[in-house]
């Protein structure tokens, strides 16, 4: 059921080919379509419609029948008949003729019969006169003769007009001060509220200012802190490292009687101390990341030649082998390749070789036709057949 606006149905009603979760909420379902009569609603859904969705020919429905209806303890109203209803005929003769007072029949029936004689003799006089207040009564003070306008009424009613149209112009004046006055007004009541409007967004930004700088302190205050706690736990960290480092050189100062002397190779350390420092230092990028990659390039040039060079020295073979490292072995031996193989010569079958077998067909038809012979397939194939056989 369509309705124009909230809480109010009409009698508008529509149908739905299909679910509508749309509708949901906004139009009462009070039925649906069941039996034969689907195939009316396909047929009505394939009309033609505008661009406003409303069909361009109406569509009517004549009939509808309930099947099943849940509300049957509702009573249809009565509408009333549009057709006025007929008034039956009375057979009574209708009475024209004019009733006559029976003055005999009342208590004061003589004085109501001479006021009646009175009336009527005064109707009939006045018939066809003019009825005014002149003649109808008997008053001093009023006149039945003409009124005769003179020329100081003349000039009195001149004055009275002059005064009344003074007092007009007067009214337009006082009307039109009024409106510029209330213009006035008007304008300065539009100057003052945008003063205000002017006063209130200024104290919305200073407002919004305090706010802002408020917050700035407050973010400052707490950055603040915790800048000065991690200064105070990195301090922490590094006094316990400090006394971790204490503890560990006297734990080796106590052993360092009974432990071998160490002999350190300055070239050794400087490779081992320049690879721990390069693997503390973390993968660079963009431009940075080319200078680094030419520096570990050098180093290990570098590395390769010092590796090169003691070798190259006149030391015993065990020395040698103590002074390289196990890691570093491999720098010291020489790179030699092997000797490439030749490619085989790859034999092209248009061009004659000595090196390649002569494959030769007598059933080829062209070796047929440069020896001068049939080249029909059936000779070929009885040929074959005869050698077969013996």
Not at 310 to 339: C, G, H, N
């Amino acid at each position: 059921m369509a309705c124009l606006a909230e809480n109010m149905n009409a009698s508008q009603f529509f149908f739905t080919l299909g679910p509508a979760t749309e509708l949901t909420g906004k139009h009462t379902l009070f039925g649906k379509v069941a039996g034969d009569t689907l195939f009316n609603m396909l047929r009505l859904g394939e009309g033609d419609v505008g661009p406003d969705e409303r069909p361009c020919r109406l569509h009517r429905i004549v009939t509808t029948t309930v099947v099943l209806n849940p509300y049957d303890d509702i009573v249809p109203r009565q509408l009333p008949s549009r057709t006025k209803p007929k008034e039956p005929e009375s057979d009574a003769v209708q009475v024209t003729a004019k009733a006559t007072k029976n003055f005999s029949l009342l208590s004061f029936g003589e004085e109501a019969e001479e006021e009646e004689h009175v009336t009527s003799v005064v109707s009939e006089k006045l018939r066809k006169k003019g009825k005014s207040a002149h003649d109808l009564l008997s008053d001093p003070r009023l006149s039945s003769q003409p009124v005769t306008i003179t020329d100081k009424d003349t000039e009195l009613v001149s004055q009275a007009t002059a005064e009344a149209d003074k007092e007009a112009q007067e009214r337009r004046r006082r009307r039109q001060l009024a409106m510029a006055e209330s213009l006035e007004t008007e304008e300065e009541k539009q100057r003052r509220i945008l003063a205000l409007q002017q006063e209130a967004e200024e104290l919305r930004r200073a407002i919004v200012q305090s706010k802002r700088l408020e917050m700035e302190l407050k973010n400052k205050e707490v950055a603040d802190a915790e800048r000065r706690k991690r200064e105070a736990q990195e301090r922490e960290e590094a006094e316990a490292e400090a006394l971790a480092r204490w503890e560990e050189k006297e734990l080796l100062g106590e052993e360092n009687s009974l432990a071998k002397e160490v002999v350190i190779d300055p070239e050794t350390f400087s490779a081992d101390f320049a690879g721990y420092k390069a693997k503390a230092k973390k993968a660079k990028k963009g431009a940075d990341r080319e200078a680094s990659t030419m520096a570990l390039l050098e180093r290990f040039t570098s590395r390769l030649h010092s590796v090169v060079h003691t070798d190259s020295q006149s030391m015993p073979d065990d020395e040698k082998q103590k002074k390289v490292a196990i890691m570093d072995s491999w720098m010291a031996s020489r790179l030699v390749s092997e000797e490439p193989v030749p490619a085989k010569q790859v034999l092209d079958p248009t061009m004659p070789h000595p090196d390649r077998y002569d494959l030769y067909d007598p059933r080829n038809p062209l070796n047929v036709r440069k020896r001068g012979g049939d080249i029909s397939l059936d000779g070929n194939a009885d040929h074959m057949k005869r050698k077969h056989k013996h």
